[in-house]
């Protein structure tokens, strides 16, 4: 993918999870839980790889908390979603996976166990909040498990217009 096209593309699944943000979340013992940051992370991690997805995220949680409608928590759950799905769909390439797009849908493993307990342990102190993290897991589960199957559903529908082809060329 040229870097015209790839940067294009980061700035817009910023902006999509930046405007689809106040629209559909709900609240998480004490964070703010939205299926359209882990939509966002599966597309991008199949998409752009590791380390866009992490940066997309990282740019889609700075701005939420920056309008109010985001936390702390946002950080470690959405880069870890996002890492993981990259990670994850080039180890389907490298194995030559028929269907790595498939990678999509392993963003709840990052986002709730790596992402939660990093939320727990790590940014609740940080943000003077005490949170469980079994509670965390499950709350989170809600969030990033349909989230992930938008994500998903969205690969499948750029693979089968050709869109994905277009994407990653």
């Known amino acids: 993918m040229g870097n015209i096209k790839q940067i294009s593309l980061v700035a817009l ?7 689809i943000a106040p629209f559909f979340w709900f609240p998480v013992l004490g964070s703010k839980a939205y299926p359209g940051q882990h939509m966002i992370n599966a597309v991008a ?3 752009l790889g590791p380390i ?3 940066v997309i995220a990282l740019f889609v949680g700075v701005i939420r908390m920056s309008m109010g409608i985001g936390t702390i928590f946002s950080i ?4 870890s979603g996002g890492v993981i799905v990259g990670l994850f769909h080039l180890f389907l390439k490298k194995i030559n996976h028929k269907h790595p797009e498939l990678a999509a849908l392993i963003e709840p493993m ?19 909040r005490e ?4 509670p965390v897991w499950i709350g989170w589960s809600f969030s990033c498990i349909p989230g992930a ?7 499948e529908i750029l693979i089968k217009t050709g869109v994905f082809t277009l994407l990653k060329e």
């Open 149 to 155: 199957i938008f994500g998903f559903i969205i690969l």
């Open 76 to 79: 470690p759950g959405g880069l």
């Open 52 to 54: 866009w997805a992490a």
């Open 13 to 19: 699944l910023i902006a999509l999870g930046v405007v």
């Open 110 to 128: 990052g986002t709730i166990f790596i992402g939660g307990t990093l939320a727990v342990y790590v940014f609740a102190p940080i943000a003077g």
């Open 45 to 47: 991690g199949v998409l």
């Open 131 to 134: 949170m469980f993290l079994i």
